[in-house]
């Protein structure tokens, strides 16, 4: 469901809209091109340092790099993650 309904379209405006902005985080455009470097780059340091069984935590901080994070660590299937809203408990 994750790359049917994120990853393809955002693939798509990558080749289509690569230069067109995506977020505008702390007063700084950034491109569907620029997220998808970021998204690389932290994809790549996963796969150099990933092992089997470790517990992989993420700071949330509103930057271009948690919003990558986020996309990286899904597309290396480490995503498991439990957030806590209002006292309910969003387990995927």
């Known amino acids: 469901m994750f790359i049917r309904q994120i ?11 690569g230069g ?4 505008f985080i702390k007063e700084k455009f950034y491109s569907y091109t620029d997220f ?4 690389s780059k932290i994809r790549t340091a996963l796969q150099s340092a990933k092992s089997t069984g470790t517990n992989i935590g993420l700071v949330a901080n509103d930057d271009v790099e948690t919003y990558a994070s986020i996309f990286a660590l899904r597309l290396e299937g480490c995503l498991r ?8 408990l969003i387990r995927t």
């Open 20 to 23: 067109n902005n995506v977020f």
């Open 7 to 17: 990853i393809e379209p955002f693939l798509n405006c990558i080749k289509h809209f």
């Open 81 to 88: 993650y439990r957030a806590f809203f209002k006292e309910k």
């Open 36 to 39: 998808a470097e970021h998204v």
